[in-house]
């Protein structure tokens, strides 16, 4: 049974489904997003993320279901009547405007008077840090310039609620750290409520709130990323976010056989059970514990990957400070706590 998600009254989606050609593509039975929080939907290609977003802007109409914001029933709402700040992933700016007519577009359109739109547009590229780049064009800004222009015109309509789709995608790795840090800061200050849509776990993890996993156009599970991440909910949840080694086997006496392979256990649970652990809590060493031929070592940095196959082809990754050489034999470990019972 999915769980109930309702937590506030600020954005409720109850029963809501959508779907393209007569497939259904979402089924949310109910979800809540609490005032002022900053909410990332994660998932892998194809799990409705998107339709999601595009849903709650009434871009896709639902086939079942009802959306509120504020106790307002936006379900039937056109995408204009909605009140929505959008920043969309390409940012979607009009290339021939200046960057201040880009931001003043919701505005014009919302019939808002010339003195209060220009006063709105300098306010939201204050806020960006962009009020000197005012009378430049698009394309003399760099992408974080155009992204943060983007999030400018989103806010300048002063929203109760903005959706992001996948708005730092096309940026580079640094870039995107950085923006990640603003972002989130320009939320916090504001206290606006954000619906955040990414496939990358680091960006869903350094910046909500709370994550909303999608599988399968399905609530997988909800809650803090420490939450989500510490005691998954799902084997699919435990290998998507943080592709955790999941092991399945049969517990008791103290020890948990794997295949060929026997593991200290001191679980409460017995008989055939499946667990799962991090690749950072695996440690490499230990009495009494498997052994594991190294097959692959990858530098990351500040940490080292590194590929182990247990006897009878069981895989594992662990993260190290220091990675043996390829090839080598290693006992694996874990602690006790490490452990996540799965089923």
């Known amino acids: 049974m999915e769980p109930d998600l309702r937590v506030s009254e600020h954005l409720e989606i109850t029963g809501l489904t959508a779907g393209y050609d007569g497939n259904s593509v979402l089924d949310v039975d109910a979800l809540s997003v609490r005032k002022g929080e900053f909410l990332s939907v994660l998932g892998p290609s194809g799990c409705g993320k998107t339709t999601l977003l595009n849903t709650l802007a009434g871009f896709i109409k639902p086939k079942s279901g009802t959306i509120s914001l504020d106790g307002e029933d936006l379900t039937a709402v056109?995408?204009?009547?909605?009140?929505?700040?959008?920043v969309f992933q390409n940012y979607a700016l009009f290339p021939h405007l200046s960057v201040a007519d880009?931001?003043?577009?919701?505005?014009?359109?919302?019939?808002?008077?010339?003195?209060?739109?220009?006063?709105?547009?300098?306010?939201a590229l204050r806020l960006v840090s962009l009020s000197e780049f005012a009378g430049r064009r698009p394309r003399q800004l760099s992408g974080g310039q155009q992204q943060r222009v983007a999030v400018a015109r989103a806010l300048a309509i002063r929203p109760s609620l903005v959706l992001l789709d996948e708005p730092l995608s096309n940026?580079?790795?640094?870039?995107?750290?950085?923006?990640?840090?603003?972002?989130?800061?320009?939320?916090?200050?504001?206290?606006?409520?954000?619906?955040?849509v990414t496939h990358d776990q680091?960006?869903?993890?350094?910046?909500?709130?709370?994550?909303?996993?999608?599988?399968?156009?399905?609530?997988?599970?909800?809650?803090?990323?420490?939450?989500?991440?510490?005691?998954?909910?799902?084997?699919?949840?435990?290998?998507?976010l943080g592709a955790a080694n999941v092991l399945e086997g049969k517990a008791g006496d103290g020890k948990l056989t794997v295949g060929e392979n026997s593991f200290p256990w001191q679980g409460e649970v017995s008989g055939d059970v499946t667990?799962?652990?991090?690749?950072?809590?695996?440690?490499?060493g230990g009495e009494d514990w498997p052994k594991a031929k190294v097959v692959l070592r990858?530098?990351?940095?500040?940490?080292?990957?590194?590929?182990?196959?247990?006897p009878g082809g069981i895989r594992l990754t662990a993260r190290a400070d220091e990675a043996p050489a390829e090839g080598s034999e290693v006992p694996v470990s874990w602690e006790p706590g490490d452990v996540i019972v799965l089923g």
């Open 275 to 284: 667990i799962a652990v991090r690749p950072e809590r695996v440690r490499l």
């Open 171 to 196: 940026l580079d790795a640094k870039l995107r750290r950085e923006m990640r840090v603003e972002l989130r800061a320009l939320q916090q200050r504001l206290g606006i409520t954000m619906v955040f």
């Open 78 to 86: 056109p995408p204009y009547r909605r009140g929505l700040g959008l």
């Open 202 to 240: 680091e960006e869903a993890l350094a910046l909500s709130d709370r994550i909303v996993l999608l599988n399968g156009g399905r609530v997988e599970q909800a809650g803090t990323p420490e939450e989500v991440y510490r005691t998954p909910a799902t084997r699919f949840v435990a290998e998507f």
């Open 102 to 123: 880009n931001v003043a577009y919701g505005l014009k359109a919302r019939k808002v008077p010339k003195a209060e739109r220009a006063e709105r547009v300098e306010e």
């Open 298 to 310: 990858s530098f990351l940095g500040d940490t080292w990957q590194v590929e182990l196959v247990l």
